[in-house]
Structure formats: C-alpha cells, structure tokens
C-alpha cells in the first residue's frame, strides 16, 4: 500500500470545515446584499451588527485556508475573504446612511461615531488580511527553510576551509553524522560537546539529544517533524551512493567535484526520508528512486530522494554553497545527473 506525499496535516478535517464554511459565508452575505438592495427601505440598526458578524467570520475563517495547511493546494480560497468584505462593508454603509437620512439628531450622532468605527475597522482589517495574502505563511516557511539551508552550505565550506574536505555522510566505529560533526560551525559547540563519540545515536547517552529539535535542521513547513518516540527528525541529507558527494567514507574533497561545484547536489531536503538528526544515515541515491515528493509506504514517508511539505519542490544545496529551489516536476534524468560528482554529464538547464 503507497502512502501520497505529502501527507494530509493532523487535524485537517477542521481546515475543509473551515474552507466550506469561508465559501458558504462569501455566498450568503453576497446573496444577502443583492436581496437588501432590492429591498432596502426596510433597513433596521441591528442588521448593521449582523454585517458585522459576517465579515468577522469570515476573517476569522479566512485565517484557516491561509495557514500551514495547504496540502491540498487550496490556499486561494483565502481571497473568498475578499467578496465577502466587500459585500459585508457594503451592507453595513447602506445601513447607516438609511439610519442617517431617515433618524433622528440622536441616531445620526449615533451614525457618526459607527462610521468612524467602520470606515478606521474596516481599512485595518483589509491591510492587515491584504499582507497575509500576500505574504502567506507558506512563503514564510519557505523563506526560513531556504536560510537554515544557507546556513547549513556556509558551515560546509568552512569546515571544508578547515580539513581541506567536505565532513563525510557518516564517520567512525560508532558512526557519526554529519549533522553532529558540523554543530560547532553552526556555532552549537555546547550541544556537539554534549554528544558521546564513543556512544551510538541511539544508546542511551546520546538519545537526550535526538529529542531536543535543531531549527536549523528543522523546516517549519514540517507537520510530522518528530516519531512516535519523541525523536527530531531532519529536513536535510547528504545525497550518499556510487559517484555521490557523501560516498567517499573520508569526505569529498571541492577538487574531487569534476562536473561543477553548481551542478552538484551537496545537502538536499528529505523530509519523507524521516531520519532523526543525529541518525547517521542519509538518502542513497543507488536504493531509492530518483524523484521528489515520491509516495512512500507509511504515513509521512517518501521513497524517493527529495521530498519536502512545500507546495511543489523542494529547496536543495549545492556544492558551490548556493540553495535553489528544485520543481518535484523537475526531469529524472536531469535529477541524476545533478545527484553524482564525477560523472561527465553536462547540465545546462534544470
């Protein structure tokens, strides 16, 4: 049985409620307009407090198909607010120029300050909705991702400063990741000192540590970031295998990259891989097949290389330091080629 990647978030039933519930209030109060404009003689001060509960329902819901969830693409329902502002605000002025033009001194008075309310409530609501739209926290998480993973090339090409050598994808009799071996470059010296060489990763001196989260080996977008046991996983892996930049057992060397420093995957995102950070274990580019956000068996789980909760690729580093973001439609062949560092293709455009 295949599992779909990415999965659907925890709890997502509540975001399709949500999303039904922000297209059925734009309709409603769209209707409602429409009705009310035909009918508008008969325009009460309490339908100014309705309107009002309509726009704020639907901002409120609104919030829902903005958020972190946006497995199923859906995240322009969003812009539903919108209409259902629009018909809302107007509902609400119609209202309050009836009040005004037929009221007394008492009620325009009234109508004076409710519009001063509208009019400053109104335009912060929109400029504030207006700016998630348009910097959705998709984009957030995808902006900080792409930073731990500068973070993650700039630690690389110091430590390879240093030892003359990219760190290797796993070292020692106990093996080591590579994730713990770059922590002082990543100026975590006090959580690498705490870690026991002579230990495995998963024995009892070491296991305190997989449970503590490493942001920057962490994505945000993540909603499966850790397993049943409390364990951190990495968002992040060294491509390991024949002609890969994690397959020399003593860390590849900047000179040993004949294909081109900018054509060479060094770390990649590997969400569906679920590897705990301080696992030494990593992506094989020779065992799983070559692709991004491929279905896996379990839950959270992708078989192929590359895999991350962002909306249609993933972000991944290359041997030169730089961080591009990889389409999942991206050609197989092309993936391959990008994947080894000696192989003598020639890649011009991925």
Request: proline letters at 8%; hydrophobic letters at 35%; one cysteine or more.
């Given at each position: 049985m295949e599992f779909l990647f990415p999965p659907a978030p925890p709890n997502y039933d509540v975001v399709i409620y949500a999303r039904v519930?922000?297209?059925?209030?734009?309709?409603i109060s769209v209707a409602v307009l429409a009705w009310r404009l035909k009918n508008w003689k008969s325009i009460r001060k309490r339908e100014i407090i309705l309107w009002w509960l309509a726009a704020t329902v639907s901002g409120v819901v609104s919030t829902f198909a903005i958020s972190r969830y946006v497995y199923d693409g859906n995240q322009r329902l969003a812009l539903m607010f919108q209409p259902t502002l629009v018909a809302s605000a107007a509902g609400i002025i119609i209202g309050l120029l009836k009040i005004h033009n037929q009221g007394t001194v008492r009620e325009r008075k009234e109508w004076i300050g409710w519009n001063a309310v509208v009019v400053v409530g109104l335009f912060l609501w929109t400029a504030m909705d207006l700016t998630k739209l348009r910097h959705p926290i998709a984009a957030t998480h995808r902006n900080v991702c792409r930073?731990?993973?500068?973070?993650?090339?700039?630690?690389?090409?110091?430590?390879?400063?240093?030892?003359?050598?990219?760190?290797?994808?796993?070292?020692?009799?106990?093996?080591?990741?590579?994730?713990?071996?770059?922590?002082?470059?990543?100026?975590?010296?006090?959580?690498?000192d705490r870690y026991h060489r002579g230990s495995a990763w998963d024995e009892a001196d070491n296991l305190p540590l997989a449970r503590e989260r490493?942001?920057?080996?962490?994505?945000?977008?993540?909603?499966?970031?850790?397993?049943?046991?409390?364990?951190?996983?990495?968002?992040?892996?060294?491509?390991?295998?024949?002609?890969?930049?994690?397959?020399?057992?003593?860390?590849?060397?900047?000179?040993?990259?004949?294909?081109g420093t900018g054509n060479t995957l060094l770390i990649v995102e590997a969400c569906g891989a679920q590897i705990v950070w301080t696992e030494p274990r990593d992506v094989n580019i020779d065992l799983q097949p070559a692709g991004i956000n491929l279905n896996g068996s379990r839950r959270g789980n992708s078989a192929g290389w590359l895999s991350s909760y962002h909306a249609h690729g993933t972000h991944v580093v290359f041997a030169d330091g730089s961080v591009r973001f990889l389409s999942q439609t991206i050609d197989v062949d092309i993936l391959k080629k990008l994947a080894t560092i000696d192989g003598g293709e020639q890649v011009d455009d991925f």
């Open positions: 519930a922000l297209v059925a209030c734009s309709l930073q731990n993973l500068r973070m993650v090339g700039t630690a690389m090409h110091t430590y390879h400063e240093s030892k003359n050598r990219f760190p290797p994808a796993a070292s020692g009799l106990r093996p080591i990741s590579w994730r713990v071996i770059l922590l002082p470059y990543l100026e975590e010296q006090a959580v690498y490493m942001n920057v080996f962490s994505c945000p977008a993540d909603y499966y970031p850790k397993n049943t046991d409390g364990q951190w996983y990495t968002a992040y892996s060294m491509p390991t295998g024949v002609h890969s930049v994690g397959a020399n057992p003593k860390g590849t060397k900047l000179g040993d990259i004949t294909d």
